[in-house]
């Protein structure tokens, strides 16, 4: 074979490895039947995740796959498959599956998340779980939410105290609402 065939070959697995590392989370899908604007609405939904869809031949994901160790992946690299690459790792499952249900045409089929090959049933689970900021500020409130009852509280205690009323006869009614949404 020609050494310009083979250096151009390396440097697309190099591309691929290269992609697949700088990733959180590496999706394989497979695109048959989807017609241009489909794949073209597909890519536009992506972008606005800050995901990369990506098609290259099968021999060249599985020798960089190999490479880095991930030969469980080769099971699903049979027909035309695209790849998507994201740093969120649940950004590239959460848009895939969510176009798959409107386009029966796409097939998710197997992807790497976060160093692990894992299968389409995984990758249905991810699809499910909001992206990295969704899930901070989902933390945030379960943070927040006790210090703000504690505060409530306190702040009762101290009016009441000024009120001259004893402390164990403070009203907490206040208190209770944020109870009750903490629980």
């Known amino acids: 074979m020609n050494q310009a065939v083979l250096s151009s070959k390396q440097a697309v ?10 990733s959180d989370s590496t999706v394989v899908c497979e695109y048959r039947g989807l017609t241009v604007a489909e794949v073209t609405e597909l890519r536009r939904n992506l972008k606005a995740e800050n995901v ?9 994901v599985e020798r ?5 160790g991930f030969e469980d992946l080769k099971a699903a690299l049979t027909g035309p498959n695209a790849l998507a690459f994201s740093e969120d790792a649940t950004a590239p499952a959460r848009v895939l599956a969510k176009f798959a249900k409107k386009h029966k045409a796409l097939v998710l089929k197997s992807g790497i998340v976060e160093g692990k090959v894992v299968d389409e049933k995984t990758i249905k689970e991810l ?7 969704g899930m901070l500020s989902m933390l945030l409130s379960c943070l927040q939410s006790p210090v703000s009852s504690f505060a409530r509280v306190v702040k009762a205690v101290a009016e009441a105290k000024e ?3 004893p402390a164990a006869e403070a009203p907490v009614a206040e208190a209770a609402p944020a109870e009750e949404a903490a629980a």
């Not at 697995?13 to 700088?22: A, H, L, Q, T």
């Not at 990369?52 to 060249?60: A, D, G, R, V």
């Not at 960089?64 to 880095?68: G, P, V």
């Not at 699809?127 to 900021?133: F, K």
Request: hydrophobic share 35%.
């Open 13 to 22: 697995v190099n591309e691929i490895v290269d992609k697949m590392k700088k």
């Open 52 to 60: 990369e869809l990506k098609i290259y031949k099968n021999t060249m």
């Open 64 to 68: 960089a796959s190999e490479e880095l």
């Open 127 to 133: 699809s499910l779980l909001p992206n990295r900021d």
């Open 163 to 165: 009120a001259g009323q």
